[in-house]
């Protein structure tokens, strides 16, 4: 073999191939692998202007890389990785790199890391994000594993990702399962972002918006703040009319989401580590609903309620408060998930860069979107706890909560449901309250499990002896 390839990409179904195909249009060498044989040659066949470097066996591909050798796996997560691993780590040397492209849950990536680690192997986790499309034309990339590993991958990485003014949309995360904790987070945003932009949808349709008006308004948007990838492909799923039926196609799909999982980790994990993302949990818990046919089918005929009309005088002014609604939300998501990014930093000891963060996520990632440039900027030069704080958007969102209130109120009295736009207020009223319930809560809490509460003009922990003679005792 005459030219010993860069990287050595694993997977070659669409993810693989073109992340293949993007290591090759940017000059470098690629050695292809595939459990099938027949796939790796499909590839080779249908790109033969990439150059590539078909290796049949493991070992052929181990062979066919320049040290330290870069393998990239773009494999389906969970079992289907570990085999993959099992297979590769055997034929591996000591300083040689190892690495999870997938949508891997980041707590097996830190097993995984610890494992190989042991073996002189250094594993990174990497969340990429933009799909197909991105894969192949330049994805945002998110890094984890050791500050070794990206010494060496960083650069190839760097060079495929999207740019966004002509900076790259990759930045080492942090040590071994940071990368894929971001995509994690990234992922429950984007879960979000996309509920509330169907929420948004749900209330121009009750106030008798067409389809074609609503994609219209959507395409007005995407000029101003809310401009992102997202709030586009809205207006261009809403443009298609069904070829058979010349219905709009969305008014032909059926109403029930699926799911890969990762905006489920990010609720779980957000409750593990007491962080709120109630704007990301609803959600979830959105599709759950929309996938339970059976639940809805037998509550529908018994379930009274308004008939989700809503009587509109000022269209104009409905369509500002509805936008005010779901750039609110949008600010509310992201504050929910750069907060939990932040916690669990400190809880697994990752130095994160939340300002890096938000700067790769300008281009080829799924939430692109104008408000990260901001988002950038604000925690670059302030030192926040959490977004809300920034100055601008403190500025901003007091501005968007008039019309944030009458959409959440007209949707309540016609019965449509926001629970995005419903919970991302409560966040944000529940984070400028003065005093919360929680002191009854503590006091029930007492009443029934001695669990103590504590007192507001006097440190200490404290009890009360409910069921005798009231009196309180401090415990420390």
């Known amino acids: 073999m005459s030219e010993l390839a860069s990287i050595g990409v694993v997977g070659m179904a669409v993810m693989g191939s073109n992340l293949a195909r993007n290591f090759a249009a940017h000059g470098h060498t690629v050695a292809i692998y595939n459990r099938s044989v027949e796939k790796t040659e499909k590839v080779m066949a249908e790109h033969p202007e990439a150059g590539f470097i078909a290796a049949r066996t493991p070992e052929e591909l181990v062979a066919a890389l320049a040290k330290p050798r870069r393998i990239m796996m773009m494999v389906k997560a969970g079992a289907a990785t570990d085999a993959t691993i099992e297979t590769f780590a055997p034929l591996l040397e000591d300083g040689d790199i190892l690495i999870d492209g997938g949508n891997a849950f980041y707590k097996d990536t830190q097993r995984r890391e610890i494992a190989l680690r042991d073996q002189g192997i250094h594993f990174v986790g990497v969340g990429v994000s933009g799909g197909e499309e991105g894969a192949l034309n330049g994805p945002s ?266 959409t959440l109120g007209r949707a309540i009295a016609a019965g449509v449901p926001v629970p995005v736009f419903s919970s991302a207020l409560a966040y944000y009223d529940s984070a400028r309250s003065p005093r919360l319930p929680a002191f009854l809560i503590q006091g029930q809490r007492d009443f029934f499990g001695a669990h103590t509460y504590r007192r507001i003009d006097e440190e200490g922990t404290f009890h009360t002896e409910w069921s005798g003679d009231r009196t309180e005792t401090r415990l420390d």
């Open 141 to 406: 990339i998110m890094p984890g594993g050791s500050p070794h590993s990206y010494e060496f991958l960083g650069p190839l990485l760097e060079d495929i990702s999207a740019k966004y003014h002509g900076e790259p949309c990759c930045t080492y995360i942090g040590t071994d399962g940071a990368g894929h904790f971001v995509k994690m987070v990234h992922n429950g945003i984007e879960y979000s972002d996309m509920q509330g932009i169907g929420e948004a949808f749900s209330l121009l349709r009750a106030a008798g918006l067409s389809v074609p008006e609503i994609s219209d308004i959507f395409r007005e948007w995407n000029t101003g703040e809310l401009d992102s990838y997202l709030i586009e492909i809205t207006s261009q799923v809403l443009d298609q009319v069904d070829a058979k039926t010349g219905r709009p196609l969305v008014d032909v799909i059926v109403d029930a989401a699926g799911q890969k999982g990762t905006g489920s980790w990010t609720a779980q994990i957000a409750l593990e580590l007491g962080v709120d993302v109630n704007a990301v949990a609803e959600s979830v818990f959105a599709r759950a609903v929309s996938s339970s046919p059976e639940l809805r089918a037998a509550l529908r005929p018994l379930l009274a309620g308004p008939d989700r009309i809503i009587a509109v005088e000022d269209r104009a002014g409905f369509v500002e408060d509805v936008r005010q609604a779901l750039w609110a939300s949008k600010v509310v998501a992201y504050s929910q998930g750069l907060d939990l990014i932040r916690v669990g930093a400190q809880q697994y000891g990752w130095d994160i860069d939340v300002a890096a963060v938000a700067r790769i996520w300008r281009a080829g990632c799924i939430i692109r979107a104008r408000l990260l440039g901001r988002i950038s900027d604000e925690y670059a030069a302030n030192n926040l706890t959490n977004l809300l704080q920034a100055p601008s958007l403190v500025t901003d969102m007091a501005a968007a909560q008039d019309g944030w209130r009458r």
